[in-house]
């Protein structure tokens, strides 16, 4: 019996461990539903998360608390050497306590990276942050958002040098980096996420649409 149970330990962990689908594989301009619905789901606290032509619509609204909706992939993928881009509308995200993020995680677990759109106070103004949460020093950088220059955001891993990076652009077909950093956990099985939320108390109202995921402009 403790052949057989170690053996089947042995045999979830492999089929944990064994690599995703490759990273390209994972595209989506959200106009066909059923398509959709086969590679992606809904993630945990999901608030008013709303299928739309050629988009994914996240809406926001409350006074308090902690409320986040969004999707993930079904998959898990290999990223290395992979990049995934999505362009974020913020339709009406001027108001407090809110969030957007874009990241990537280990086998739907532990968060590895991120960009993420927020503003925290009244008068603070909306940042964008670059975070990395995969060692014992996590790191957030940030700069002022500008709604145009990062409308277009790049996760992408140069397998060559090691380094993750963090792009945008303004018309998905320039790009900058904005940050490098060395990468501290395989890549072989990750998944996007991407969502909105709000956070705190305090009236919130907001609404973004991701658009165009791995898919370049037309």
Aim: hydrophobic share 35%; with cysteine; proline share 4%.
């Amino acid at each position: 019996m403790l052949v057989a149970a170690g053996a089947l330990i042995v045999a979830v962990w492999s089929l944990r461990l064994r690599p995703g689908r490759p990273a390209a594989e994972l595209y989506d301009d959200f106009t066909d539903a059923a398509r959709s619905a086969r590679l992606w789901r809904s993630l945990n606290h999901v608030h008013e998360v709303e299928p739309r032509i050629g988009g994914i619509e996240v809406s926001v609204e409350g006074t308090s608390g902690t409320d986040f909706g969004g999707i993930t992939s079904r998959d898990v993928y290999d990223f290395r050497g992979g990049s995934w881009h999505l362009r974020a509308d913020l339709e009406s995200f001027d108001c407090d306590h809110t969030e957007a993020k874009f990241r990537l995680t280990f086998d739907h677990d532990s968060d590895y990276c991120s960009f993420e759109i927020g503003r925290a106070a009244q008068g603070d103004g909306r940042w964008l942050y670059l975070s990395r949460k995969y060692d014992f020093a996590p790191r957030v950088e940030s700069l002022p958002y500008d709604p145009v220059a990062h409308r277009w955001l790049r996760l992408r891993h140069d397998a060559a040098r090691g380094q993750m990076n963090w792009d945008v652009s303004a018309d998905g077909t320039a790009w900058t980096t904005l940050q490098s950093e060395d990468c501290g956990l395989p890549l072989t099985r990750v998944a996007p996420e991407i969502y909105a939320g709000r956070f705190g108390d305090g009236s919130t109202r907001g609404k973004i649409v991701y658009r165009s995921f791995n898919v370049d402009p037309r």
